[in-house]
Every structure is written in structure tokens, then in C-alpha cells.
């Protein structure tokens, strides 16, 4: 997508993926895209969604149709069009949706807040717990350790490239670099019984680095043993 001027924010980059979206399927995101407009434009799509509710909607778990501990659904009503839709696709969508809002604590490691509220299109508690959802949508939360992983620890924050053809080979070295690493990781939880999401990328990464001339200087058998090591180490 465009990289300036109007229409470059991420709720307008991401209707222009609408269309290309699979029916079936869920969407997760953050509390920019728990929009009326947003949630309705998925849903004629067949489209669910799980979004963070947005800071200015307000909530009450005390209306609605109650489904369990601060867990229910709502109907939210159409607002005013915005300036980027036409009279004729706000004309289309319905004045009402129904939309299941629901809260969680959060008590999982590295996790900046405590406690989240999210709004989902998937309403049927029989089908969709609360517990599930919360799990899925803190799964989530592994993109941002991936961007953190990929910007930080793979220096992907700055692009010291100069022209378009060689940015776009420096982003995908990187994210080479990133899923060898990653698939070396999954190795080494596998052979020691660990979650690989439970194994420190930064700590990997700086432990085949440390592994590295070692490994290219050892004969055959020696490093067989050596990659043995190394991923004992990896596994902590």
C-alpha cells in the first residue's frame, strides 16, 4: 500500500485486503479495527472477527443478553458514515449488528496489560467459549514478539538499502534469517520434550552465533555432536 499521504492508516490498508480475505475464516486484531463499519464489512464477507474493543466505545456487562462472568452480547447501532465510505455502501449495511463483548484477565508472561475487553462477531457461547476465545486471541500476541524478534534482535529496524529492488531483498534475508532460526529452535524444543514458543528467540539466535565457527571448522562426526549440544543449550 501506499506509503503517504490519505488512505495509508491501517484501517484503510486494510480494507483494500477485504476482497482477498477467505470466507471462513477469523480475523484478529487490535483496537483500531473494532469498528461498526470494520466488523460489518468482514461479516458480508463471511468473515469472523476478535477484536480489542476500542477505548471510546463504552461497555456494560449488565445489559444485553448475558452468557456468563462479564460475558455477553449487544447490539450495536450504525453510526454516522465516515468520510472515506460512499452514501450508497452505508445505505447497504444494516442500522443494528449484534456483537459479543466479553472480558479477561491476562496472567500470561510478558504481557503489558492485565486485563483486556474484546468484541467478537462469534456469539455462540455453546460454540465458541469464552476461554477460547481469550486463548486465541492472546496468540495474537506472538506477532508482535515476532516483529520485536525480527526488528530488535535481527537489527530489521533500520533498511540500509537505497533502492526499492535491494530494500525488498534485505526484508526477505531477514525473514530467512528469522524462520531458519525459528525452525532450529523447534528442533531443539522437540528433542527435549519443550514448547517452542517457551524457547527465548534472542537466546537462540546468540547461541548458534556463539556455536558458529565451532560447527564450521568440526569434522563430519564432531559436528553431528556439537548440533547435538547446541540444541540442548537452545532448550534450556
Same mark, same amino acid.
Given at each position: ?41 468482514? #461479516? ?5 472477527? $476478535? =477484536? ?7 461497555? /456494560? %456487562? *449488565? ?65 465458541? #467459549? ?5 486463548? $486465541? =486471541? ?7 514478539? /515476532? %516483529? *520485536? ?10 533498511l540500509r538499502c537505497q533502492s526499492p529492488e535491494m530494500v525488498r531483498k534485505e ?66
Open positions: 500500500g501506499p506509503y503517504a499521504g490519505k488512505e495509508t492508516g491501517e484501517t484503510a490498508l486494510l480494507r483494500d485486503l477485504w476482497d482477498r480475505l477467505e470466507p471462513g475464516g477469523v480475523m484478529l486484531g487490535d483496537r483500531v479495527f473494532a469498528s461498526f463499519f470494520g466488523i460489518l464489512g468482514l #461479516s458480508e464477507r463471511g468473515i469472523d472477527g $476478535l =477484536f480489542r474493543m476500542h477505548q471510546r466505545r463504552k461497555y /456494560d %456487562f *449488565r445489559r444485553g443478553r448475558r452468557l456468563g462472568i462479564e460475558d455477553h452480547v449487544v447490539v450495536w447501532t450504525k453510526p454516522d458514515r465516515p468520510d472515506w465510505m460512499d452514501e450508497a455502501t452505508s445505505e447497504r449495511y444494516p442500522a443494528e449488528r449484534r456483537v459479543r463483548e466479553l472480558r479477561l484477565k491476562v496472567v500470561r508472561p510478558g504481557f503489558r496489560v492485565n486485563e483486556l475487553v474484546l468484541v467478537t462477531t462469534m456469539v455462540d457461547a455453546d460454540l465458541y #467459549s469464552k476461554e477460547e476465545l481469550a486463548d $486465541l =486471541f492472546l496468540e495474537r500476541w506472538n506477532i508482535e514478539l /515476532d %516483529f *520485536r524478534s525480527i526488528k530488535c534482535a535481527l537489527k530489521m529496524d533500520i526484508i526477505w534475508m531477514h525473514l530467512l534469517a528469522y524462520d531458519l532460526i525459528r525452525g532450529v529452535m523447534a528442533q531443539a524444543a522437540r528433542a527435549h520434550g519443550r514448547a517452542p514458543r517457551r524457547v527465548s528467540f534472542t537466546g537462540a539466535w546468540q547461541t548458534m552465533k556463539a556455536f558458529h565457527d565451532s560447527l564450521v571448522e568440526a569434522s563430519p562426526a564432531e559436528r553431528e555432536r556439537l548440533v547435538a549440544v547446541m540444541l540442548k543449550a537452545l532448550a534450556g
